[in-house]
C-alpha cells in the first residue's frame, strides 16, 4: 500500500509530538537547502519539513523546488520556529514527481487574480484559491446536510431538456447535426430535429424547476443541486454561462414560507462554514482586507468579512415589496440627484442593479426579501396576487438581494392553479400543447407550492468576499473561454 501518510492538517491540529510519520505534498518553498514548506491541500498552513544539512545529498536536494511533489518520512517533533506548534525531521524524502523551477509558472510570490485565472490548472495550489475551493466545498456539504436534516429528496434533473419555456435566446442548443450546412431541412428550409438525436431540438438546461415541480406534487419536499446554462452574453464579475444552481420547491408552501426557508437556508450554510472553514475564512478575510487598502475610501466596505458572515448569521433580512422598494427608490436624495444610471421611472420598471444595490448596501445595509413583482416583468409560472387593482397587478415573486452581490436568489409561489396558468402562458406565448407534461400536475392533484433558485456561485463570492465570479467556479466558462 502506498498511501499510509498522515494530512498535514491532522499533523498541525494534533497536540502530540515525537512519533513517526510519512507525509506527501508539494513543495511550497525550500529556504537555506534545509526547511521546505510542504502543502498537501488538506489545510491553507504548511507543514515545515526539516531536511537537516549533510542528511541527504545534493542531487536530491537539487530535486527539491517549488511545485515538486515529494513524500518525507521522519519524526514529528515540537517546532522551534514561528507560527507552528510540530514539524516533521525527515529521515527518507522521495522525490514523487519533479518541477523544473524554471518552468514553474507558481512562483514563491505574489500573482494577480487576473494572472492566476490563466493558469488555472494550477491556482488550485495557491493558498487563496486553496481557502476558496475548501470553502466551496464545504458549503455544498452544508447545503447536502440542510435539506437532509430537513428530510427533502434530492432530485437529479435533467441536464439536457426540449423544453424551451425559459428563454430559449439564451439556451446552448444540444445537436448532433452537422453544422456544415448539409443539416436535413424541412420544406420551408428550416433544419428538420426530427432526424437529430432526440428527434427533436434540444439544449443544455437553464434551471431544473420544471421537473422540480413535477417532483415535488409527489415528494413534497425536493432540491435540485446541478449545473445550469446560459448563453447570455454577459461580462460581468456576477455572470457565468455555467453555474451550479440550488432549486428546492415544496409543496404547500406559500410565499412566505418560501421565504423563510430561504433566509434560514442562507443562514444555516454561512454557519456551518463558519463552523467547518474558520482557517480559511479569516484567510480570505485578511486578504480582502489588504485589497480594499488599495480603494479609496468610499469604495472600502464597511464591515470585515468575518463581521459580515456574522452579521447575516445573526440579524433577519429585511423583507418589503416591490412596491415598497420603489417608493424608497424614488424618494431618495441619490435618485433625486439623479445619481442613478437608470432613473426611477416608477411602478412597473424593472429593477436594475445599481437599484438593488442601493437597496441593499446604502438604504437597509443587510440582505433584503423583495417581493410581489409586477406580473409583467416576471415569469409565466409565478402565482398572481389576489386582489390587485388590474394595472398593478403582482406575482407572489421574491428575489433576495445580498451586500456586494446584488440577486442571489430568484423565486416565487407557483400559479397552481390551471386556467390561470393556461391563460398566462398563452399570454406570454409559451406552448401550452408541448407543456402539456407540466400542466399535468395541475390537472391532477394540484396544490399550493413555492420554490426557488440560489446562484451557488454568487453565495461563494459572498461567504468568500472574492470579487469576480470567474474566481470561485474551478474553471469557469464565459464568453469566448471555455479553456481547461
Ligand atoms: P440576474 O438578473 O442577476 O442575471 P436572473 O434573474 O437571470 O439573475 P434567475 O433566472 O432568477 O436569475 O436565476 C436564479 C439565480 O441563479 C439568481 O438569483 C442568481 O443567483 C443565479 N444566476 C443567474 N444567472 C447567473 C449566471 N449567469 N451566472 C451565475 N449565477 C447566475
Ligand atoms: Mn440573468
Avoid at 440579524?315 to 424608497?328: H, K, V
Amino acid at each position: 500500500m502506498f498511501n499510509k501518510r498522515t494530512r498535514v492538517k491532522d499533523l498541525l491540529a494534533g497536540d502530540k509530538a515525537n512519533y513517526e510519520a510519512t507525509v506527501m505534498g508539494w513543495v511550497r518553498t525550500f529556504r537555506n537547502n534545509q526547511f521546505i514548506a510542504l502543502n498537501d491541500g488538506s489545510t491553507n498552513n504548511n507543514i515545515q519539513v526539516v531536511a537537516e544539512l549533510g542528511m541527504f545529498n545534493d542531487d536530491l536536494l537539487k530535486r527539491i523546488t517549488t511545485g515538486a511533489c515529494i513524500k518525507a518520512t521522519g519524526d514529528v517533533i515540537p517546532s522551534l520556529g514561528k507560527g507552528q506548534k510540530v514539524e516533521l525531521k525527515a529521515r527518507t524524502i522521495e522525490i514523487l514527481g519533479d518541477s523544473d523551477a524554471e518552468k514553474f509558472p507558481l512562483q514563491p510570490k505574489k500573482h494577480s487574480l487576473e494572472f492566476l485565472r490563466e493558469i488555472a490548472h494550477l491556482r488550485f495550489r495557491t493558498n487563496t484559491f486553496g481557502a476558496v475551493f475548501r470553502v466551496r466545498h464545504a458549503l455544498a456539504f452544508g447545503i447536502h446536510k440542510f435539506f437532509n436534516e430537513k428530510g427533502f429528496v434530492y432530485m437529479h434533473t435533467p441536464i439536457i431538456t426540449a423544453s424551451d419555456a425559459e428563454g430559449a435566446g439564451e439556451m446552448f442548443r444540444v445537436t448532433t447535426l452537422p453544422i456544415d450546412g448539409t443539416a436535413p431541412r424541412n420544406d420551408d428550409g428550416s433544419i428538420n430535429f426530427k432526424e437529430d438525436f432526440f428527434g427533436r431540438s434540444t439544449n443544455l438546461t437553464v434551471s431544473g424547476q420544471l421537473e422540480g415541480e413535477l417532483a415535488a406534487m409527489a415528494f413534497s419536499d425536493v432540491y435540485t443541486f446541478g449545473p445550469t446554462f446560459r448563453a447570455e452574453n454577459s461580462n460581468t464579475t456576477r455572470h457565468l454561462a455555467e453555474f451550479w444552481m440550488i432549486e428546492p420547491e415544496m409543496a404547500f408552501y406559500d410565499l412566505e414560507d418560501n421565504a423563510n426557508l430561504a433566509e434560514e437556508f442562507i443562514r444555516y450554510i454561512i454557519r456551518y462554514a463558519m463552523d467547518n472553514n474558520k482557517e480559511d475564512l479569516e484567510f480570505l478575510a485578511q486578504r480582502l482586507a489588504e485589497e480594499e487598502k488599495a480603494l479609496p475610501q468610499d469604495k472600502r466596505s464597511e464591515m470585515g468579512l468575518m463581521e459580515k458572515l456574522e452579521f447575516v448569521v445573526n440579524n433577519s433580512f429585511e423583507r418589503l415589496t416591490y412596491t415598497e422598494a420603489i417608493e424608497i427608490l424614488n424618494e431618495s436624495n441619490h435618485n433625486k440627484k439623479k445619481k442613478f444610471q437608470y432613473p426611477i421611472t416608477g411602478w412597473g420598471m424593472d429593477l436594475q442593479s445599481e437599484h438593488e444595490r442601493y437597496l441593499v448596501e446604502k438604504h437597509f445595509k443587510k440582505p433584503v426579501i423583495l417581493t410581489n413583482y409586477p406580473a409583467a416583468i416576471k415569469a409565466f409560472y409565478m402565482r398572481l396576487d389576489d386582489n390587485c387593482a388590474p394595472e398593478r397587478q403582482t406575482v407572489s415573486a421574491m428575489d433576495i438581494l445580498a451586500p456586494g452581490i446584488g440577486e442571489i436568489v430568484g423565486g416565487s409561489q407557483r400559479e397552481e392553479r390551471l386556467e390561470k396558468l393556461e391563460q398566462k402562458m398563452r399570454d406570454m406565448h409559451i406552448p401550452v400543447e408541448e407543456m402539456s407534461w407540466y400542466l399535468d400536475t395541475r390537472r391532477f392533484g394540484s396544490c399550493p407550492h413555492a420554490g426557488f433558485g440560489l446562484g451557488f456561485e454568487r453565495l461563494v463570492q459572498f461567504v468568500t468576499g472574492m470579487g469576480n465570479i470567474r474566481d470561485v467556479i474551478p474553471f469557469p466558462r464565459y464568453p469566448k473561454s471555455a479553456e481547461f
